[in-house]
């Protein structure tokens, strides 16, 4: 645990509206993603998947394939050893999740079964979803490629199928997994707080259940990389990625090499949204292809295999049951999740667990909660992680029945609301502690006051309705990987006095980076124009888990203020033999080093840096290195709880309010206005972040209204973006944005997170908006006209 | 292979094409990086250039098409160094987020600016309304765009 020295500095990059520092690359095209990468002798790679959802593996001819000129190596299952078996959650020296942390005489115990790898790179002995890789080719060019696949001879024998959760409960059911005999992936369950007590002396209980659809982050990037050996046995990878780091620890373990000699190169990333955080079977078969071809390697999946075959959102179907005082004070919450988790494990409990730990156990502070959350096999394809982790599903739920709970009781969703809101200082069932930042009180009345509830309350116009929703949600997660929620950074003052920040941090096109240099101009007083952000390669000086879990801002700007504290003790130490001054009369501001006692006396930085490198006389530099992990804690194994204050130190809480109206005639819903209050602590660049809740806007707008992947018997019906509708320029309604800003005590200048946050509010808003139009409650994502319509009539 | 003669971005250019190769793929082969791949269907807008005057799709177009045409791509609008003022407000208005549609929606900018000059907020939302955005929901693109227009439109 690191204290970040808390000094005044005057904020002048801090808070303002700069272009990002990336952003003349990505409007000349200069930006060079891992499509654009082109290496001398560069092959093509191409994936064969399986037509099937569920079928035995008879055999895997190759021979034509291999005869075919052009082609440079073919692969299947058997090529790759079984040790290549792999899962997000297997590592338990690098990771601990859920039930390893509470492991031993837990009352978590036996809350899952202990983490297993079940996914081979490439598939041996059977397949089990439409889309699951079954062999690969590297060829000269990518027809070459294509015409080699097609001469792959596999012999199958089709197995019955499971794709629905129903079914793959049933005793008999088809088995996913054939070691798996009730299909069952992962179970989760437990109690926080006497939760028999609290529904004891609740006045009323309600039960209601919702359900939620897959849906596609659809990166405008799909996913790909380029790998490549060298004689010495070491791979460089490029893959714009979220944890280069961290997937690099998974791909060591896999290919069972040192991580040193693994480099894993991402600087450009085309979108991300959860969808590459962790490692994917294409990494290692193109790392397996460039091997066995002995040349560079590009395997860029297509449009079709994106949507068929990578991430995605998980369909849960959430019941909700609430004991509440005749008050509407929330006494008890249990949430109970059935998962549809597809043929692969991915970050599947993760998700649940967030779910469970975020918006169920944590909005409104029940007072003891009861979980219990079955994440099932099925023979379709994997969702893992999207920007929101489970919180969308569960907030939807939770957030629906707030209304629904509300109307039952005649009480007034703002006021019922504002009643149960987290308050600063409040310590939920499970031990998670509000910050002194939390300020969902100042959320819900802003977010109130700018749809202008109440006249409009008072003024109803037929078919229009507003609802309203909340949400709670991490900055950071300990516990994702091992016990640490940290970054580190190394900063250099060159010898021009311009300042290089080698940073862990990922930028996903947040502006990351940006607000990196934003902190590090303030701290160390320099100008923001002289940051220069140095990233996404594990070669570099700095370490950090990813950009995930809305950390980015937190984490990274911490190590990035410490390096800068540190950084200034060495500029003063110089600049006070340059001055003949005590340092401790010197400050910075602007690159140039002055006297505090007579201003007039000063030496630039630059000076001071040509002094450090070329004058001083002795061994000297300007480089100092910044290590920060927060305060958070692990889950205590004894009690199953989170000592104070969990597994984020700075939670983070909205409101978002929506005004629709809905055309009784054909059900369509159309937004007319989204407001979202947010508390994020200090804004550090009010652009960057408007961007993020804007953006998180067009996903939460995608998961109320349109999108869905229709995935039918276990085939994933949509192809391309002329079938999975995301929104386009006219489609998207007016979103104000509102920050309130309480600065967090923790914070890099009082920063909190915001990316995943502003999406999970969006859609139950919207279909608490959708149910006062039309006075019918749709307990199903998304809100489609049929739905609508339906619920009319 | 077969020689398709083009101008691209002012200067006479011979690109070697297959007769079912699309125009974008063959850009893409001769270091016209900007032209991006987000599908193959003219579903998402990130390869769109403009030929002659207009905004088109390249990924839908044989490249053979493109003989005797006049192209130009993003790395186009930044020759001699200095970049377009379109290019600056999407710098200005923070309008790249991962930058992966940027180049196609900078395309689809300048052809609205130079060719609806006095387009209201809501035609501007239409004419974008091929080209896709993940990160950004639009709102600053709109306004990058819109504020091309009302600085004068481009350069």
Redesign the interface.
Same mark, same amino acid.
């Given at each position: 645990m690191s204290q970040v020295a808390v000094e005044k500095v005057t904020e002048v990059a801090v808070g303002k509206r700069l272009p990002k520092i990336d952003a003349r690359a990505k409007v000349t095209g200069e930006a060079e993603y891992g499509l654009d990468i082109h290496l001398p002798g560069q092959l093509v790679g191409k994936i064969l998947r399986s037509p099937f959802q569920h079928a035995r593996i008879l055999k895997v001819n190759t021979a034509k394939a291999r005869a075919l000129p052009g082609v440079r190596a073919v692969i299947t299952g058997e090529d790759i050893p079984v040790r290549y078996t792999f899962n997000f959650a297997e590592f338990e020296d690098g990771r601990t999740t859920p039930p390893e942390a509470a492991g031993g005489e837990s009352a978590l115990r036996g809350l899952m079964p202990p983490p297993r790898a079940d996914k081979h790179p490439l598939a041996r002995g059977k397949v089990r979803f439409v889309g699951d890789e079954i062999a690969a080719v590297a060829a000269v060019d990518e027809d070459t490629a294509i015409r080699a696949l097609s001469l792959i001879e596999v012999e199958y024998d089709p197995l019955p199928a499971v794709t629905e959760i129903d079914e793959a409960l049933k005793p008999k059911a088809p088995l996913v997994h054939d070691e798996i005999k009730d299909n069952l992936a992962a179970h989760l369950h437990g109690t926080w707080g006497d939760f028999d007590g609290a529904l004891k002396e609740s006045d009323h209980v309600f039960e209601d259940s919702f359900s939620t659809q897959h849906q596609h982050q659809a990166c405008m990037e799909t996913h790909g990389c380029i790998c490549k050996w060298d004689s010495e046995g070491n791979l460089t990878m490029w893959a714009g990625v979220q944890t280069p780091h961290t997937i690099r620890l998974e791909l060591s373990k896999v290919l069972d090499m040192p991580e040193s000699k693994i480099r894993l190169i991402s600087k450009y990333v085309g979108g991300a949204f959860g969808s590459k955080n962790e490692l994917e079977p294409f990494m290692i078969i193109c790392s397996q292809l460039a091997r066995a071809s002995r040349a560079p390697v590009s395997l860029i999946l297509s449009r079709e295999e994106e949507f068929m075959a990578t991430g995605c959102r998980h369909p849960y179907r959430v019941t909700v049951r609430t004991g509440l005082k005749k008050t509407g004070e929330i006494m008890a919450r249990e949430v109970k999740i059935l998962v549809d988790k597809g043929a692969y494990m991915c970050q599947g409990a993760a998700v649940a667990f967030f779910a469970i730990c975020y918006p169920s156990a944590s909005l409104y502070k029940p007072k003891a909660v009861r979980f219990d959350a079955k994440i099932i096999y099925t023979n379709k394809q994997p969702p893992s992680a999207y920007r929101g982790f489970g919180n969308p599903q569960a907030s939807f739920a939770i957030e629906s029945q707030m209304d629904m709970i509300a109307e039952r009781l005649g009480l007034d969703p703002v006021k019922f609301r504002l009643l149960n809101a987290n308050r600063p200082g409040d310590i939920t069932a499970h031990g998670f502690k509000m910050p002194q930042s939390t300020a969902l009180t100042e959320c819900i009345e802003r977010a109130v006051d700018a749809i202008g509830w109440y006249e409009k309350k008072q003024h109803p116009i037929p078919n229009r309705g507003l609802g309203l929703a909340c949400l709670i949600h991490s900055t950071g997660e300990r516990g994702a990987y091992g016990n640490i929620e940290g970054s580190s950074c190394t900063l250099k003052v060159n010898d021009d006095g311009s300042v290089t920040i080698f940073a862990g941090t990922q930028d996903l096109g947040t502006g990351a980076w940006t607000v990196l240099a934003q902190i590090c101009a303030d701290s160390l007083g320099v100008k923001f124009e002289e940051i220069r952000v140095v990233a996404g390669d594990t070669d570099l000086p700095a370490f950090d888990l990813g950009a995930y879990a809305s950390r980015s801002t937190f984490t990274g700007g911490n190590a990035v203020r410490i390096a800068a504290s540190k950084m200034k003790e060495d500029i003063f130490s110089l600049a006070s033999e340059l001055l003949h001054l005590p340092a401790s009369d010197l400050d910075i501001s602007s690159s140039v080093v002055y006297s505090k006692s007579r201003p007039e006396t000063k030496v630039t930085l630059r000076e001071v840096a040509k002094y450090a490198y070329y004058g001083a006389g002795k061994p000297k530099n300007l480089i100092t290195v910044g290590v920060y992990d927060t305060p958070s804690t692990l889950i205590d194994p004894r009690t199953g709880m989170w000592k104070e204050p969990g597994p984020s130190i700075a939670y983070t809480f909205a409101c978002h309010a929506a005004e629709v109206e809905v055309n009784p005639e054909t059900g369509r819903v159309k937004v007319i206005n989204l407001v979202a209050a947010h508390d994020v602590g200090k804004v550090i660049n009010p652009t960057t972040a408007e961007g993020q809740i804007e953006g998180a806007a067009l996903h939460g707008l995608g998961l109320a209204l349109w999108e869905d992947m229709r995935i039918e018997k276990g085939v994933t019906l949509v192809k391309d973006f002329r079938d999975y509708f995301i929104l386009r320029a006219p489609d998207m309604p007016p979103v104000k944005v509102i920050f309130v800003e309480k600065n967090d005590p923790n914070g890099p200048f009082g920063a909190k997170g915001i990316a995943e946050a502003a999406l999970v509010p969006v859609a139950p808003a919207i279909a608490n908006a959708v149910a006062d139009a039309i006075k019918a409650r749709v307990t199903s994502l998304p809100l489609t006209p049929e739905k609508v319509l339906n619920t009319l009539k | 292979m077969m020689d398709v003669e083009s101008t691209i971005n002012g200067f006479k250019t011979i690109l070697k094409a297959e007769p079912y190769e699309n125009l974008r793929d063959v850009l893409r082969r001769n270091g016209f @990086?900007?032209v $991006? $791949?987000?599908?193959?269907?003219g579903? !998402?807008g990130?390869c769109t250039v403009i030929v002659d005057d207009k905004a088109v799709y390249s990924c839908c177009l044989l490249a053979g098409w493109a003989d005797g045409r006049s192209i130009t @791509?993003?790395?186009g &609008? #930044?020759a001699g160094g200095s970049?377009d003022l379109i *290019?600056k407000k999407?710098?200005?208005?923070?309008a790249? *987020?991962?930058?992966?549609?940027?180049?196609g929606f900078?395309m689809m900018g300048k052809y609205i600016v130079e060719h609806k000059k006095n387009a209201s907020e @809501?035609e501007? =939302?239409?004419a &974008? #309304?091929?080209?896709?955005? =993940? !990160? @950004?929901?639009? #709102? $600053?693109?709109?306004e990058a765009v819109m504020a091309t227009m009302q600085e004068g439109g481009s350069k």
């Open positions: - | @990086t900007s $991006k $791949k987000g599908c193959d269907v579903g !998402c990130a @791509t993003l790395e &609008l #930044a970049i *290019q999407f710098i200005e208005k923070g790249a *987020q991962c930058g992966f549609c940027t180049p900078i @809501t501007v =939302r239409k &974008l #309304a091929g080209n896709l955005c =993940r !990160c @950004t929901g639009y #709102a $600053k693109i709109v």
